[in-house]
């Protein structure tokens, strides 16, 4: 029989639920539709139960009609973004993460000192493109975009002895690690992050799976393939040797994974939601497998406060009771 060990900790974090909270509040609060610019986070099954009801998802803000309520993603916005809202007197609530704001406000300094400034990160992906998206360079400094070690060693700038850098929040600290070598060895001066910019979240569930890996056949990720920390999970699979899918939920898994597997291992990305992980686990529970076992891991406190100014509106609208007031 085929054993189910799953990885802890895994699915959503602090900054998700934050993000979703204040998408399900303002639809509360103000009624549908509400706005979301991109998708609040990069779950398939998220999106469509937000949209039910009520939220509108929609790329850029000429989408978004005179008047409305738009919330900013959890990867954050580029300072644009933020000025056109504020031009049309946009009612916005930002669940960028906490974390990701940590991240704004690093480049926003850097770029005040005129440092040019390095973010490791993946192109294309929406953190990355609010991140680059906060730097000014009227101040004489300059952005750039390091996706690999052979970027980081072959990356020409104007001021090598005034230079820091920054990460993409939801990469692996492996694959940041080879990068940053090179940069150090190229740049002695270069200035790092007063805190390590990898999310806790992010590197729970991956040293979570560093710990599950070994202990299984095959592994499953439930996750978006638009989540960037949901990737980074499947790949461990593949550094350790061992077969690794990533599946929006139980309907993408194919039996022919687990012919011959005495035992598969099963995670989940931090935009994931607890339910998928359930749903994966009775389908595999249908093709013989056991009772899931929990692995212990490391247990996450953090909580992130809701925006004050919808904690501030839902009081005086009657619409939120009890909510932590601080932050």
Known sequence: MMKIRLANPRGFCAGVDRAIDIVERAIDVFGAPIYVRHEIVHNKYVVDRLRLVGAVFVEELDEVPDGATVVFSAHGVARAVEDEATRRKLTVFDATCPLVAKVHIEVTRYAREAREVLLIGHAGHPEVEGTMGRFDASHGGRMYLVETAEDAATLQVRNPGHMAFVTQTTLSMDDTASIIEVLRRRFPELRAPRK??????????????????????????????????SNRLREIADKAGKPGYLVDGPDDLRREWFDGAGAVGVTAGASAPEVLVQGVIAKLREWGG??????????????????????????????????????
Do not use: M, W
């Open 290 to 327: 056991e009772i899931a076992e929990e692995l212990a891991g490391r247990t996450e406190h953090v909580v992130f406060a809701l925006p004050r100014t919808l904690r501030d509106v839902a009081k005086h609208r009657g619409g939120l009771s009890s909510v932590d007031s601080s932050g």
């Open 196 to 229: 390590e910019d990898i999310c806790y979240a992010t590197q729970n569930r991956q040293d979570a799976v560093k710990a599950l890996i070994d202990r299984c056949d095959v592994l499953i990720v439930v996750g978006s393939s638009a989540s960037s920390n």
